[in-house]
Nanobody, 126 residues
Framework: QVQVVESGGGLVQPGGSLRLSCTASGRAFSSSAMAWFRQAPGKERECVASIRWRGGTFVDKSVKGRFTVARDNGKNTIYLQMNNLKPEDTAAYYC????????????????????WGPGTQVTVSS
C-alpha cells in the first residue's frame, strides 16, 4: 500500500514563507514524478508545481518567482518552498505521485498522478 504524506502547512502572515514537504512510500514503490496541487473553497483543484525525475518541471504562472519545487535526491520526497505568500494562496495543498511515464505537457494534469495525500492547510492572513 502506498502512502503519501504532506507536512508543513499552517498560518502565516502576508509576505511570509512556508516550506511544505511530501514523502511517498510503500513496499517496492517507485515514482516517476510528483506534484503539488491546491484547492481553495469554492474553486477547482489546480496544479501549483510539479517535477519529473528524468527532467522537467512545471510551475503555475500565479506562483512563478515565489514558489519553488525541489526533490530530495534519489528519494520519493519533494518540497515546495513558498515565499512572499499572499492571501489568495490560502488553500488546502495536496501532494501527488505518479508511477507512470508522464510527458512534460501532462505534468500539470491531475490525471497524471495515481497516488494522493490527504492534504495540508495553508492559510495566509494577517
Amino acid at each position: 500500500q502506498v502512502q503519501v504524506v504532506e507536512s508543513g502547512g499552517g498560518l502565516v502572515q502576508p509576505g511570509g514563507s512556508l516550506r511544505l514537504s511530501c514523502t511517498a512510500s510503500g513496499r517496492a514503490f517507485s515514482s516517476s514524478a510528483m506534484a503539488w496541487f491546491r484547492q481553495a473553497p469554492g474553486k477547482e483543484r489546480e496544479c501549483v508545481a510539479s517535477i519529473r525525475w528524468r527532467g522537467g518541471t512545471f510551475v503555475d504562472k500565479s506562483v512563478k518567482g515565489r514558489f519553488t519545487v525541489a526533490r530530495d535526491n534519489g528519494k520519493n520526497t519533494i518540497y515546495l518552498q513558498m515565499n512572499n505568500l499572499k492571501p489568495e494562496d490560502t488553500a488546502a495543498y495536496y501532494c501527488a505521485a505518479s508511477t507512470g511515464s508522464p510527458i512534460l505537457s501532462s505534468l500539470s494534469d491531475a490525471s497524471t498522478y495515481n497516488h494522493w495525500g490527504p492534504g495540508t492547510q495553508v492559510t495566509v492572513s494577517s
